[in-house]
């Protein structure tokens, strides 16, 4: 009997499996992240939205949950390339990322946009969700924050 047929030998596979893919989501939000910093710059707000929507792959829809944790890894690996990287990356450009990548994984993510009064100033906050959950962020992060509604572009 091959070593992948016995549970342990399927869940080490499982595991093999998970951090290869994490890696792959790492290199890949380290390239975009700077990427992305200058498509805003150069495109503007809109365009780099319609662009990190375009990426959109359909495929078999994956069960919620199963979507859910793809896209909570992506967001880990994001927030690790931003952190490990020679930049510090907004929340704009991490939700862009994040938008993107999900996309070309066929899940749909809505970027939200948000502002809250600090003190004599408003303080504005980008995170991306799937359906009503908030993928890269708190979960309660839209009880903090007023959304401008969907996403705008």
Not at 11 to 16: D, E, G, K, P
Not at 110 to 136: F, R, T
Request: aromatic share 10%; proline share 6%.
């Amino acid at each position: 009997m091959p070593p992948t047929d016995s549970p342990a030998g399927q869940s080490r596979c499982s595991l093999l499996l998970a951090r290869c893919r994490n890696g792959l989501y790492f290199l890949w939000a380290y390239g975009l992240l700077p990427y992305v910093a200058l498509r805003l710059k150069i495109r503007g707000y809109r365009k780099t939205l319609a662009w990190s929507h375009r990426a959109y792959r359909p495929r078999a829809a994956l069960p919620q949950k199963q979507a859910v944790l793809q896209a909570k890894s992506m967001s880990d690996m994001i927030s690790a390339a931003s952190r490990y990287g020679p930049y510090q990356a907004s929340c704009l450009w991490r939700s862009l990322v994040l938008v993107r990548m999900m996309a070309r994984a066929g899940i749909r993510g809505e970027l939200v946009l948000a502002a809250k009064p600090v003190g004599q100033q408003l303080k504005a906050h980008a995170w991306v969700q799937l359906g009503d959950i908030v993928i890269n962020d708190q979960p309660d992060i839209a009880e903090e924050f007023t959304s401008f509604g969907s996403h705008i572009g």
